[in-house]
């Protein structure tokens, strides 16, 4: 390519009050020149500037694409000029990476179809590496959905380190357009690749998503590299944890079983934010000030009872006179929960018939649904609790099946069942190890 030495630099104008300036592709100083630094400035000052001759002096070899230059064009380039540099660029036997990085990041779909096109299994071959590591981040720059998948694999797969690298910067660039349970899955895979410093950037990129405590503290506990794992750390302490205010049944006069108070202090060392408890038999008024701001309402019930159809709305009601409440379904509601009562199941069931859950008596067409679903899932059938001791005596000695209460901590039920069953299978469900640690990770990982 030639490299322009042009003619005499013109007069450059040293203010606006000057004459005008006429710029001339052929009148650009060359490199070094001492004229040629005032004189891009004062082609930056033309608005608008007439592109066409400075593109195909370019084209045609007259001018060298320099990055002092084109970092002036690129303040006025649009979809149509960006395209016809970056064409100019694919086709150059030189590929230096300041003009893609200079010019490639006008956001047009002509654009990102070219970037495209030179990046898919098609034009993969024709770039070698460091040409694939130029553009990549400017297709995440792009934010074309489309592009999410070419960039995942790039990433994912084993390849040269600069586009790996690279394909991850697109990634990042651009974060909040990739679907998120994808991108998620993504990075959380790369916070356990091989190379630290893409590793480390994963856990970043991770932390800067929608409600990432929950994602961070699942990847904190899986085996990661130290240097990963103390960055992931510093993540999770910059993202403070909610104040959870864990709603209970209770007894009289809102008095609230240990079991519950022994969880609660549990979970306020792990998430390292206030935990509190209420039960909807404290006769107390809520407090006037609030609880906690942001506030998350947990309602521990198993059932779609009165008291989550009706009690729960009205306490998440008196809250939000006081700040923002989140409110999160009622506990019997969860997936993660419901696996955890179906393994519980699997592991008491290998020597006794289909085993029962005796539960507090519930009615309607959305109770029977969740029984019916709870059943499905669990593998349990579900047993209201007779209205005599009898016919408990007669559940309990019958050859059904063994019978488990389906309640959170020691209640009127449980105990009835003790005599019967013995403490162990008459158990409640947090005296059950599995389950309360079950159940204390999927709070730990709450928002």
């Known amino acids: 390519m030639v490299r322009n030495l042009g003619p005499s630099p013109v007069p450059v104008p040293s203010s606006a009050a000057e004459l005008p300036f ?75 990476p300041s003009l893609p990085n200079l010019v490639g990041r006008v956001r047009d779909r002509a654009v990102a179809d070219l970037l495209g096109a030179a990046l898919t299994d098609g034009g993969e071959g024709r770039l070698d590496p460091p040409c694939q590591a130029v553009l990549l981040p400017l297709m995440g720059h792009q934010r074309r959905a489309s592009d999410f998948p070419l960039l995942q694999r790039l990433a994912l797969q084993p390849g040269p380190r600069q586009v790996r690298q690279s394909a991850f910067e697109g990634l990042s660039l651009g974060l909040s357009a990739w679907p998120l349970p994808a991108l998620r899955s993504t990075l959380v895979s790369l ?3 091989l190379d630290p410093l893409l590793a480390g950037a994963a856990v970043d990129s991770l932390a800067r998503l929608p409600n990432a405590r929950s994602p961070l503290i699942l990847l904190g506990r899986t085996s990661l590299e130290a240097s990963v794992a103390e ?121 006794r018939a289909r085993p029962r859950w005796l539960h507090h008596p519930i009615a309607g067409p959305l109770a029977v649904r969740y029984l019916a679903h709870l059943e499905r899932v669990t593998g349990a059938a579900c047993i209201q609790t007779p209205e ?26 449980s105990e009835s069942l003790v005599p019967l069953l ?25 928002p």
């Open 388 to 413: 005599t001791d009898g016919d408990l005596v007669a559940l309990a000695g019958d050859q059904l099946g063994g019978l488990m209460p389906l309640c959170l901590g020691a209640s009127r039920l």
């Open 231 to 351: 960055r992931l750390q510093r993540r999770l302490r910059a993202l403070p944890a909610s104040t959870l205010l864990l709603l209970v049944h209770g007894r009289a006069d809102g008095f609230i079983p240990p079991v519950f108070r022994s969880l609660a202090a549990e979970l306020e060392q792990r998430r390292g934010a206030p935990v509190r408890l209420r039960a909807l038999t404290d006769p107390s008024p809520l407090p006037p000030e609030p609880l906690g701001d942001p506030l998350s309402l947990i309602p521990l019930f198993l059932l779609p009872g009165g008291h989550v159809r009706h009690d729960v709305p009205a306490i998440a009601t008196a809250l939000r006179q006081q700040g923002p409440v989140r409110v999160l379904p009622f506990l019997g509601a969860w997936p993660c929960w419901q696996r955890a009562l179906a393994f519980e199941v699997a592991q008491g069931a290998a020597d």
């Open 191 to 193: 916070a356990h690749d």
């Open 22 to 96: 006429d710029p001339d592709p052929g009148a650009l100083p060359a490199c070094g020149h001492a004229d040629r630094w005032p004189w891009l400035q004062a082609l930056r000052r033309q608005r608008p500037l007439l592109l066409e001759p400075w593109l195909r002096a370019i084209e045609v070899g007259q001018l060298e694409p320099e990055p002092d230059l084109l970092t002036v064009l690129a303040d006025q380039l649009d979809a149509d000029a960006a395209v016809r540099l970056l064409r100019f660029w694919l086709q150059s036997p030189e590929r230096t």
């Open 422 to 446: 013995g403490e162990s299978a008459a158990a409640p469900l947090l005296a059950r190890p599995g389950l309360r640690e079950e159940l204390l990770q999927a709070l730990e990982v709450l």
